[in-house]
């Protein structure tokens, strides 16, 4: 049933007569009780329904008694985790940045490492002073200057970028690369210490001899892989060109294809510690 629900007329009026037997029965005395009798039912309905909620008409507040729920205590187990080690397992890898960051590195791994290998490779071209007179000077006629040092060095320079084809195409143009910037280095050092001390001048200087070995290097290898007159003539042209003997130039083809082959069978590692040396030439 609703409580809500607005009584019928006929019952209030008999309620109001019971009450007010001698007061004459208004409208308004009826409305007043039938919202007094809504207020009343109301109130009950919330104490059967919501007890906590309800109040005491002197305003004070009325409480039912808490019921204490009987909590069961938490068991805590301890968890131990299970590794299982198989064959099969990959290995971590990184992030995406790091793995970034490796690749480019990795790319950049044979210039640095060209550093030091050029350097050994350029300290094992320098030769002697003392073999430079006894071949050079005196058994090929080659006058104790500059450009006769630029141009026996740079020979030796030649052979071990031959030997350089052979390493990996990766790493290969890097150290030839340094091993002819080592020469160059060198070579503007002794320029400067004739005391020659305008950079216009060593300029000018470096690039006439840039030119020069390239040209070189071109007519070098061009005799390498043609036929020993060729390389004869570009021994001549470049190195022996005040040189009027034919034994010693023939002996100096034969030289250069001796310290090619001793290149040639020399290990990787050997060759790019700069672990090896050139023979002296020895022309009787």
Same mark, same amino acid.
């Given at each position: 049933m609703n409580f809500f629900q607005r009584l019928p007329y006929s019952s209030l009026r008999a309620v109001a007569n019971i009450h007010s037997k001698n007061a004459p029965i208004s409208l308004h005395s009826i409305k007043s009780y039938q919202?007094?009798?809504?207020?009343? %039912?109301?109130?009950n309905y919330n104490a059967d329904h919501n /007890?906590?909620?309800l109040k005491a008409s002197s305003g004070k507040q009325t409480s039912a008694p808490k019921q204490v729920e009987e909590q069961t205590p938490i068991e805590h187990t301890k968890v131990t985790p299970k590794i299982e080690l198989t064959a099969n397992a990959q290995p971590k890898t990184f992030s995406t940045a790091a793995t970034f960051l490796r690749r480019f590195f990795k790319r950049l791994a044979p210039q640095y490492q060209a550093l030091e290998i050029g350097k050994n490779i350029f300290q094992a071209c320098q030769r002697n002073p003392q073999e430079? %007179?006894?071949?050079?000077?005196?058994?090929?006629?080659? /006058?104790?200057?500059?450009?006769s040092w630029f141009s026996v060095s740079l020979l030796y320079v030649w052979l071990c970028s031959v030997r350089l084809r052979a390493e990996s195409k990766e790493l290969a143009p890097f150290v030839k690369q340094q091993l002819i910037d080592n020469f160059f280095n060198l070579?503007?050092?002794?320029?400067?210490?004739?005391?020659?001390?305008s950079g216009k001048i060593v300029n000018d200087t470096l690039k006439d001899l840039h030119s020069c070995y390239l040209g070189m290097f071109v007519s070098f290898d061009q005799g390498f892989v043609s036929s020993d007159a060729l390389l004869a003539a570009a021994v001549w042209r470049n190195v022996l060109n005040n040189c009027e003997s034919a034994q010693v130039l023939e002996y100096t083809v034969d030289y250069i294809r001796q310290q090619l082959h001793m290149l040639d069978s020399l290990s990787s590692e050997a060759f790019i510690t700069g672990d090896f040396g050139f023979d002296p030439p020895n022309f009787n």
């Amino acid at each position: 049933m609703n409580f809500f629900q607005r009584l019928p007329y006929s019952s209030l009026r008999a309620v109001a007569n019971i009450h007010s037997k001698n007061a004459p029965i208004s409208l308004h005395s009826i409305k007043s009780y039938q919202i007094t009798k809504l207020a009343i %039912v109301s109130r009950n309905y919330n104490a059967d329904h919501n /007890p906590h909620s309800l109040k005491a008409s002197s305003g004070k507040q009325t409480s039912a008694p808490k019921q204490v729920e009987e909590q069961t205590p938490i068991e805590h187990t301890k968890v131990t985790p299970k590794i299982e080690l198989t064959a099969n397992a990959q290995p971590k890898t990184f992030s995406t940045a790091a793995t970034f960051l490796r690749r480019f590195f990795k790319r950049l791994a044979p210039q640095y490492q060209a550093l030091e290998i050029g350097k050994n490779i350029f300290q094992a071209c320098q030769r002697n002073p003392q073999e430079f %007179v006894d071949f050079w000077h005196k058994k090929a006629n080659m /006058p104790e200057t500059f450009q006769s040092w630029f141009s026996v060095s740079l020979l030796y320079v030649w052979l071990c970028s031959v030997r350089l084809r052979a390493e990996s195409k990766e790493l290969a143009p890097f150290v030839k690369q340094q091993l002819i910037d080592n020469f160059f280095n060198l070579a503007e050092q002794k320029i400067r210490a004739q005391g020659i001390k305008s950079g216009k001048i060593v300029n000018d200087t470096l690039k006439d001899l840039h030119s020069c070995y390239l040209g070189m290097f071109v007519s070098f290898d061009q005799g390498f892989v043609s036929s020993d007159a060729l390389l004869a003539a570009a021994v001549w042209r470049n190195v022996l060109n005040n040189c009027e003997s034919a034994q010693v130039l023939e002996y100096t083809v034969d030289y250069i294809r001796q310290q090619l082959h001793m290149l040639d069978s020399l290990s990787s590692e050997a060759f790019i510690t700069g672990d090896f040396g050139f023979d002296p030439p020895n022309f009787n």
